[in-house]
T-cell receptor
Framework: KQEVTQIPAALSVPEGENLVLNCSFT??????LQWFRQDPGKGLTSLLL?????REQTSGRLNASLDKSSGRSTLYIAASQPGDSATYLC??????????FGTGTRLQVFP | GAGVSQSPRYKVAKRGQDVALRCDPI?????LFWYQQALGQGPEFLTY????????KSGLPSDRFFAERPEGSVSTLKIQRTQQEDSAVYLC???????????FGSGTRLTVV
């Protein structure tokens, strides 16, 4: 059974710092891995999608990597801004199509 | 539509009341998923449709939960005889193909009092 874990659970940093959010999964037989952002009281916004055959994806200040053999994905946020404050969720897509989510990393970036 | 639309946005139900939550997926999206998100937790899978066929309902917590997608587009999640532990945000997602990832709606926040 796939289990997804995210570390740290919460993170508070000053504006301008570069951040690393970690996601680990127990079953390396994933189809893809997706990172989402969730603002309080809102739904999920897709940030990056990495196919199982890919090593990384980039969008603006965000970079996500995938290492299937070690069961890890990393979301890197460069030059963090207060507007980046949100909960970040990673989710692994299994062979059965459903997403298995981690519990998220709650990020606060203060001015 | 441009995105996944869910209604109502908020729902307060008295314990024992039946509720129906609606999801309008992106036009043409074949796959539709329902997730339940408790406060401070990640979303948990409930059920999955491919067109009108419900392929996986293993995440539905009890037989009080029922989902349908009769014409392969709009889906309804029904909860009968609601209980306090049903209080959560219910998220709907749709996908054209798994390789393109999933698009989520804003969710319905259900509070059972």
């Amino acid at each position: 059974k796939q289990e997804v874990t995210q570390i740290p659970a919460a993170l508070s940093v000053p504006e301008g710092e570069n951040l690393v959010l970690n996601c680990s999964f127990t079953d390396s037989a994933i189809y893809n891995l997706q990172w989402f952002r969730q603002d309080p009281g809102k739904g999920l916004t897709s940030l990056l999608l990495i196919q199982s055959s890919q090593r990384e994806q980039t969008s603006g200040r965000l970079n996500a990597s995938l290492d299937k053999s070690s069961g890890r994905s990393t979301l890197y946020i460069a030059a963090s801004q207060p507007g980046d404050s949100a909960t970040y969720l990673c989710a692994a897509s299994s062979a059965t199509d459903k997403l298995i989510f981690g519990t998220g990393t709650r990020l606060q970036v203060f001015p | 539509g441009a995105g996944v639309s869910q209604s109502p946005r908020y729902k307060v139900a008295k314990r024992g009341q039946d509720v129906a939550l609606r999801c309008d997926p992106i036009s043409g999206h074949v796959s539709l998923f329902w997730y339940q998100q408790a406060l401070g937790q990640g979303p948990e899978f409930l059920t999955y449709f491919q067109n009108e066929a419900q392929l996986d309902k293993s995440g539905l917590p009890s037989d009080r939960f029922f989902a349908e997608r009769p014409e392969g587009s709009v889906s309804t999640l029904k909860i009968q005889r609601t209980q306090q532990e049903d209080s959560a945000v219910y998220l709907c997602a749709s996908s054209l193909a798994r390789v393109e990832g999933y698009t989520f709606g804003s969710g319905t926040r259900l509070t059972v009092v």
